[in-house]
């Protein structure tokens, strides 16, 4: 795998307890102590008397002078599981990627791990990882990834997750949040893509999800979202799939939907949707899946949905319609 360059910054952390800290004074008490930690974590059991070739072990990526910049252990091939808290990561202040998905992690999420300076990617999904998310995961502010999903998080989505400016990608899938998505999240001006289906989250899309002008893809699916969706959400001009399906949002469809012209995928299915088909919806001419299908929609289906030549999924069934979908209309 090639490195990645970066200069090792000499950092003394000296405001977290004694056991966890390191103390750097030189380039070569800084490699030292990054050798010194990997062989007290026990992670790599079979490697732990050839720390001074820590570089070539698997997982492990540094730049050219040394310095770990990745931990991304094969989970095939190694297991971290309850060592996990053995880590010392305050001795890794140049590290920019831990990938730890699939490690059969469990219990809580150490909270040194929010004191990496640097850490751009940040991935924990696929394990047991339970209780509360750490507040101080808002002290990451140079992430650009972060993914907990597929763990068994509760309690609720940490407002402070709202500092990770330059966050792009978000997932929280497949946990147990509950409460209210926090409108905070909305002011995430960088994220493309937020994934926070299978959930227990509960109240309305914040309306300030209209700040979110980059946002790509939208899956809030299988909660208990209720509410109506706002019309702010025609804002996200960007948004090509938004996926609100299973959770019992009411109110209408918002005839502003009809501004997402890049959407190419719209889920609302089991919901308590009513009110009509908005005709706005003929204006997404590149959607291709469109699923109201479970909801209380009423009125006519709308001619203007034979405007969209490219859809190749349309389903319908279990609403209130009068008459029949009206030709030139697919399928």
């Not at 490195?3 to 380039?27: G, H, N, Q, R, W």
């Not at 147990?176 to 493309?192: D, K, M, V, Y």
């Not at 590149?286 to 190749?312: A, C, E, H, V």
């Amino acid at each position: 795998m090639a490195s990645i360059d970066y200069e090792p910054k000499l950092v003394a952390i000296l405001s977290i307890p004694f056991f966890l800290s390191c103390i750097f004074v030189s380039t070569t008490g800084l490699l030292e102590s990054e050798g010194k930690a990997l062989l007290e974590s026990g992670w790599w059991s079979d490697y732990s008397d050839l720390t001074s070739n820590r570089c070539n072990w698997p997982g492990i990526v540094c730049d050219r002078a040394g310095s770990i910049t990745e931990i991304s252990p094969p989970p095939e091939s190694l297991k971290v599981g309850n060592k996990f808290g053995k880590m010392n990561f305050s001795c890794f202040p140049n590290l920019v990627r831990l990938d730890l998905a699939n490690h059969d992690l469990n219990g809580s999420t150490p909270p040194q791990i929010s004191i990496l300076p640097h850490l751009r990617y940040l991935d924990l999904s696929s394990n047991n990882l339970t209780g509360e998310l750490p507040s101080s995961l808002g002290n990451l502010t140079q992430l650009v990834e972060l993914d907990i999903s597929s763990n068994d998080f509760t309690i609720t989505i940490p407002p402070e997750l709202s500092n990770l400016k330059n966050l792009v990608t978000l997932k929280l899938s497949y946990n147990s949040f509950s409460g209210p998505i926090p409108s905070a999240l909305c002011h995430l001006g960088n994220l493309t893509h937020l994934q926070m289906d299978h959930n227990a989250l509960e109240g309305a899309l914040p309306t300030e999800i209209g700040n979110m002008k980059n946002l790509e893809s939208l899956d809030g699916s299988y909660n208990r979202l209720n509410g109506s969706i706002p019309l702010e959400i025609g804002n996200l001009k960007n948004l090509e799939v938004v996926d609100l399906s299973s959770n019992i949002i009411a109110g209408s469809i918002p005839s502003t939907l009809g501004l997402l012209t890049n959407l190419i995928t719209v889920k609302f299915f089991g919901n308590q949707i009513n009110g009509p088909i908005p005709l706005e919806i003929g204006h997404l001419t590149n959607l291709q899946y469109l699923d109201l299908g479970g909801n209380k929609i009423t009125g006519l289906i709308p001619f203007s949905l034979g405007n969209l030549t490219k859809l190749r999924t349309l389903q319908l069934s279990r609403n209130q319609f009068n008459g029949s979908i009206p030709l030139g209309v697919f399928p």
